[in-house]
T-cell receptor, first 113, second 116 residues
Framework: DQQVKQNSPSLSVQEGRISILNCDYT??????FLWYKKYPAEGPTFLIS?????DKNEDGRFTVFLNKSAKHLSLHIVPSQPGDSAVYFC????????????FGQGTTLQVKP | DAGVIQSPRHEVTEMGQEVTLRCKPI?????LFWYRQTMMRGLELLIY????????DSGMPEDRFSAKMPNASFSTLKIQPSEPRDSAVYFC??????????????FGDGTRLSIL
């Protein structure tokens, strides 16, 4: 029973183009959604987050969109850079158990020069 | 600033042996988390502590796994006896708050555990 799903295991884009990473969830009780980036042999690092009361949050080249009716969120990276090549995880939590992050399986992004 | 520090970075041992993984959270962080990453199950939460008290251990796979946090600056995850299926990367993370976006979790670089 996977509550957070990233259905695309991998994505390849050209440098300078937009990268769109998608995430679906099943639990309507989720209050917070986060994106983490992970390089090989390192731990995940926090990238950007969004509260369920918002539908968009932007931080530099990174924008997260939340569509609650569709239970879908996406991460847009514009413009994509080779250094963005990593595994991206989306994660979600509920206010009633704020310590518990549920992670998706991850999407490997490759940005080609 | 020192991040979350995990030791050892790699551990190879034979099945049946006791394994102890260690974590030093970021100073001042009230929450500490233990995760396991495998190909099959992805990144899953095993247990987390708030102010050194275990809050949710529902992710601990079985009685062979135990975690302690004797003080605010140190935690251990112990597997006894270890089995080959325990082979995974184990991450420790800490945060000022739970899991919301204002105070996200900071992860260590993990311990790669191989049980032969």
């Amino acid at each position: 029973d996977q509550q957070v799903k990233q259905n695309s295991p991998s994505l390849s884009v050209q440098e300078g183009r937009i990268s769109i990473l998608n995430c679906d969830y099943t639990n309507s009780m989720f209050d917070y959604f986060l994106w983490y980036k992970k390089y090989p042999a390192e731990g995940p690092t926090f990238l950007i987050s969004i509260s369920s009361i918002k539908d968009k949050n932007e931080d530099g080249r990174f924008t997260v969109f939340l569509n609650k009716s569709a239970k879908h969120l996406s991460l847009h990276i514009v413009p994509s850079q080779p250094g963005d090549s990593a595994v991206y995880f989306c994660a979600a939590s509920t206010r009633s158990n704020t310590g518990k992050l549920i992670f998706g399986q991850g999407t490997t992004l490759q940005v080609k020069p | 600033d020192a991040g979350v520090i995990q030791s050892p970075r790699h551990e190879v041992t034979e099945m049946g042996q006791e394994v102890t993984l260690r974590c030093k959270p970021i100073s001042g962080h009230d929450y500490l988390f233990w995760y396991r990453q495998t190909m099959m199950r992805g990144l899953e939460l095993l247990i987390y502590f708030n102010n050194n008290v275990p809050i949710d251990d529902s992710g601990m796979p079985e009685d062979r796994f135990s975690a302690k946090m004797p003080n605010a600056s140190f935690s251990t995850l112990k597997i006894q006896p270890s089995e080959p299926r325990d082979s995974a990367v184990y991450f420790c993370a800490s945060s000022l708050e739970g899991a919301n976006g204002n105070q996200p979790q900071h992860f260590g670089d993990g311990t790669r555990l191989s049980i032969l």
